[in-house]
């Protein structure tokens, strides 16, 4: 089958590798209908998670069961499903309430990050565990919001709930990518009174407006706009969906007295420098995780179904996944209004 790997920095290509097949009786095999590159594949592109080369990268596919082991009850061959990015154990208790970031066997990991699952930007994908793992794309919910809840939906929903927002609150949402975009409509379901957006791409902040948050501009005074609208005071919550030390510091000196900083985009940094003596002088709560992915679709699913939620606008390109290294080039230079890209295993 064909997959994409990574090479090296930058050096992303389509490359013919083995067809997957069920790594133990508990797994399945999926073929890959949509999948697409998202922000924190960026780090493995930018070469930042370590020398490593030769691995499947992705982790964000929705397909159909086309190979399943003799231990798999749940699911058919024929099932289309949303596989979520992230695979905990199944077995203990964090995992089966869903909060796959906190198993306690300490075997939950990313698709596509060298971590031993494949990548899922590929024809086909393995997927352990997947009685646990998968959930069937329910008939309401198309293959464009079945792929954003596989990963960034959910990313900026869990931002948005740990920030904590009570109805009528002010949020800001530091970053205007898809996964800020996310972030930005969780804010608003969560009932936030005005959600400002800050970023400094003037098509990102473009798409914040039309879904009804302030545009601020960090490269033009964005930051004070918060504060000024905010009384001096700042926001309730700041989510942050950058993850850039920068964004982290910004976030944590715009909240306000006794505010919350909740921050989901990726940051691998050990030596962070964090602002102590702002955090405890104002009585900050900060969070940062990575995203149960599942524990969230009890709430998400209806939400997109019923269209309360509809987040798919933020696919702007697509491309074959034979033209994977493009896709790349295109997404990462943030040119021609990127948002999102999708990728068709099939071209
Ligand atoms: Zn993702
Ligand atoms: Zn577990």
Redesign the pocket.
């Known amino acids: 089958m064909r997959a994409l790997i990574y090479h090296g920095p930058r050096d992303i290509r389509c490359d013919e590798i083995d067809d997957p097949s069920p790594t133990d009786t508990d797994s399945v095999v999926v073929e890959v209908e949509a999948t697409a590159i998202?922000g924190?594949d960026l780090h493995n592109y930018h070469g930042d998670m370590g020398e490593a080369c030769g691995y499947g990268i992705g982790?964000?596919a929705v397909g159909t069961i086309v190979e399943k082991g003799s231990g798999v009850r749940r699911l058919s061959v024929g099932d289309r499903v949303i596989v979520p990015?992230i695979v905990g154990c199944g077995g203990c208790a964090p995992c089966l309430a869903g909060a796959v970031n906190s198993c306690e066997i300490g075997v939950s990991a990313v698709f596509g990050n060298n971590m031993g699952l494949g990548g899922a930007q590929a024809e086909a994908l393995a997927v352990p565990r997947a009685d646990f793992a998968l959930r069937t794309i329910p008939d309401d919910i198309s293959t464009d919001q079945a792929v954003l809840l596989t990963?960034?939906l959910p990313t900026g929903y869990y931002g948005a709930q740990r920030a904590e927002i009570e109805p009528g609150q002010d949020v800001a949402v530091i970053g205007a990518g898809p996964v800020g975009i996310m972030a930005i409509m969780s804010a608003q379901v969560l009932g936030a009174a005005r959600v400002f957006a800050l970023d400094s791409v003037a098509e990102r902040l473009a798409v914040a407006e039309g879904i009804g948050a302030i545009p601020c501009n960090v490269a033009d005074g964005g930051v004070d706009a918060v504060r000024s609208a905010t009384a001096g005071i700042g926001p309730h919550a700041v989510i942050e969906a950058v993850g850039s030390d920068e964004a982290i510091q910004t976030a944590i000196g715009l909240a306000r007295p006794g505010g919350v900083v909740s921050v989901v985009g990726a940051n691998f940094n050990l030596d962070f420098s964090f602002p102590m003596a702002i955090a405890m002088a104002r009585s900050l709560t900060f969070r940062i995780g990575i995203c149960p992915i599942p524990q969230t679709w009890p709430a998400l699913v209806p939400l997109v179904a019923s269209g309360s939620l509809a987040p798919e606008f933020v696919f702007t390109h697509r491309f074959g996944l034979s033209d994977g290294a493009r896709a790349y080039e295109l997404f990462d230079g943030r040119t021609d209004g990127v948002m999102k890209v999708m990728l068709d295993p099939r071209s």
């Open positions: 998202c924190s982790h964000e990015g990963d960034i």
